[in-house]
């Protein structure tokens, strides 16, 4: 550690995200001055402290894509950097002219891993809530034939304007939610993440029968009573 930070003047932390702050702390104590890319997959907050306990200049970043071995360019590999604007264009000429796609972000800590738990959820969450639904469609013995009925569908996850439609409707998909993790819980599968969505719904019964919902009020009311109205637009 103590040759990497000497012949370093930029370190990109991309580790487990346990030992994201440890290894913040491993660099800090060897002195390094140069800037520091908390590159790892862990919520703002912590590279909000991690940034507090370090000396140098702390770029926040995430990686979005897999790494670029065989490179696709239809499946680009992207990394987001936010941080002081001098600080992203030296980050940024480390990627130039490589498979990796160097976007910058606002200069705020906080927007490059607000990004990369965002899409956490929206990547590996549903990617989970659909093996749970592929596990109890193959106990009834018809997962080709779910796989089969949402072959081709969009997603709201790429098209977000789909979403106000959807609240329109959470009236009665919440009771059906409740339903389906009971089926799930019946069959031996976990049924929190199900039950989790059907109390989420419930924020969005201000929307029962309403005309033309839009999409900023739809997303507002996600938020907890507390939080309302403290979320950047």
Known sequence: MAELVEASEVIISLVPPTYAEATAAAVEEEGFSGIYVEANAIR??????????????????????????????AVPTRFFAS?????????????????????????????ASGLKTAQAVVQKGSRMLAALGHALAADHGVGQEL???????????????QLPPLARRAWRWEPEMHDTARALADAGLPAEAIEAIAETLKAWEVFTDHTAPDLDGVLSALHRPEHAGS???
Not at 51 to 56: E, K, L, S
């Open 44 to 73: 703002s907050a912590r590279v909000e402290a991690i940034a507090a306990a370090m000396t140098g200049t702390v770029v926040d970043a995430c990686v979005i894509g897999a790494p670029p071995l065989d490179h696709d360019p």
């Open 147 to 161: 796989a089969d009925s949402v072959h081709g569908w969009s997603h709201p996850a790429a098209d977000p304007a």
């Open 83 to 111: 941080g002081p604007e001098e600080s992203l264009r030296l980050v940024g000429d480390i990627f130039s002219g490589t498979a990796v796609e160097f976007r910058e972000l606002a200069p705020q800590i906080g927007s």
């Open 231 to 233: 979320h950047s637009p």
